[in-house]
């Protein structure tokens, strides 16, 4: 496959994944702020989703002030956000399109039709309370596409660089999403184990659709670690860095074989894997999770840019 083709679809399932998860980490800030607060100012939800998204500094170098109404729109729909919802499915689309011939009729046209939808949306014409209906949209316009790419595409080079994308950028943003809220896990917290803390926790899970998962796995109450260890290391859990990790070494080992040629990007994604293996979740909270979740994130970010070099990417 050409560098070039393995690019795209890479930023492909990057930009779908990323468009998914922004609209998660806005559920995440809204859920928050509609619960009785502990400390902090009325739009500090909303400050944690531009921080953890890397949105902040475009976000304020456009408005002065920080609102709900402002953040969402900044968030989902302004053209001049990169990792805006509109952007990523406007850049997906476009990258498919480049590639029409690696995809199915399938992945093309739940692409298609996703950016045709969205383009319809009025963004002046959204209220706080049509929010969560649209978020439940983009979330599910993004695992249409999954599900298209799971059930029609060989497993061949597309299906690898495809997956490779999705769960670099999936890693990613779970790191993020937790790290919106790390504070609350640091053992002199005052307000662990408080009603607020529950209903926060309870909020952040059922963003990652998690909150089920939880009451199978542990089958009592929230419990800052147990979320932690959840998201972390739990392995059966699909949105977990674990998860994450074995899909994108077992991706990277089929194309290793598919080309018969073993380069770097497969060591540090089976040394990033077996780093999650071994840890638990004291040892985390003892180095600090904070500390590990941006540790983490280097190690992701390393691996991308080992995976453009690997395969010839052009950026």
Known sequence: MLGRTAEDLFWLSRYVER????????????????????GGGPFEEWRSAL?????????????????????????????????SVWSCIGVA?????????ALTQ?????????????SA????????????ALLNWIKQRSALFRGALTGTILRNDTWCFSQLGAFVERADNTARILDVKYYVLLPET??????????????????VSAHRSYQWVYREAYRPWRVAELLILNRQMPRSLAFSYERIHGSLDLVTALHEARLPSLEHARATSEMLRSHEVGEIFQAGLHEFLLGFRARNDVLAGQIALDYHFRG
Request: aromatic fraction near 8%; hydrophobic fraction near 40%; proline fraction near 3%.
């Open 121 to 132: 949306f009025g963004r002046n014409r959204l209220s706080i309370g049509d929010l969560m």
């Open 51 to 83: 921080m953890s998204s890397g949105c902040e500094s475009g976000y304020f170098a456009r408005h002065a002030d920080l609102s709900a109404e402002k953040v969402i729109d900044w968030m989902i729909f302004d053209p001049e956000n990169p990792s």
């Open 19 to 38: 468009a998914e998860n922004t609209a998660r980490l806005v559920e995440v800030a809204y859920r928050i702020g509609l619960m009785p607060r502990e």
């Open 190 to 207: 005052s307000m662990i184990g408080g009603g607020v803390d529950g209903r926060q926790w309870g909020a952040i899970l059922r963003s």
């Open 93 to 101: 689309r476009q990258n498919g399109r480049a590639q029409r011939t």
């Open 106 to 118: 399938d992945m093309w046209e739940s692409l298609n039709t996703t950016w045709i939808e969205m």
